[in-house]
């Protein structure tokens, strides 16, 4: 069975700064970027010191062959908007971005590695562990 990771902004960020989510990445027959978590990268890079360090190593990540931004599509909408009420019926909000991120993650059918414990609520979303630790 095919392994799709999914990487929320967080768990870039930490493979980035620290390594974490190195063997989960090197185990993935394909890493997927949604393009809401390079939005939020975008801005990060631009907010800080090291725009084009930063902007360089993403280039090259993406150049990766396993490595895929994936687009909202019409069914990510869909996916959205039934999450959406969802946690509005659960009266467990999460952050907008965040709606969509688990939206692709269903889409594509992946992992979602992050440290936002926040996805729990939707138990439809299958959070990655990184191998030898607990998930978020």
């Given at each position: 069975?095919?392994?799709?990771?999914?990487?929320?902004?967080?768990?870039?960020?930490?493979?980035?700064?620290?390594?974490?989510?190195?063997?989960?990445?090197?185990?993935?027959?394909?890493?997927?970027?949604?393009?809401?978590?390079?939005?939020?990268?975008?801005?990060?890079?631009?907010?800080?010191?090291?725009?084009?360090?930063?902007?360089?190593?993403?280039?090259?990540?993406?150049?990766?062959?396993?490595?895929?931004?994936?687009?909202?599509?019409?069914?990510?909408?869909?996916?959205?908007?039934?999450?959406?009420?969802?946690?509005?019926?659960?009266?467990?909000?999460?952050?907008?971005?965040?709606?969509?991120?688990?939206?692709?993650?269903?889409?594509?059918?992946g992992e979602l590695a992050t440290r936002d414990s926040h996805f729990r609520v939707l138990p439809q979303?299958?959070?990655?562990?990184?191998?030898?630790?607990?998930?978020?």
């Open positions: 069975m095919e392994l799709i990771v999914v990487l929320d902004t967080n768990a870039y960020s930490d493979w980035r700064t620290s390594g974490h989510w190195h063997q989960k990445i090197a185990i993935a027959d394909r890493v997927i970027l949604p393009s809401i978590v390079v939005g939020e990268l975008l801005h990060g890079f631009r907010k800080g010191k090291v725009l084009e360090e930063n902007l360089k190593k993403l280039h090259a990540f993406l150049k990766e062959p396993q490595v895929h931004v994936f687009p909202v599509t019409l069914r990510t909408a869909e996916i959205y908007s039934e999450l959406l009420v969802q946690l509005q019926i659960q009266g467990t909000p999460i952050p907008t971005n965040d709606i969509w991120i688990a939206a692709m993650t269903l889409e594509c059918r979303i299958d959070l990655a562990a990184e191998p030898g630790k607990r998930q978020p």
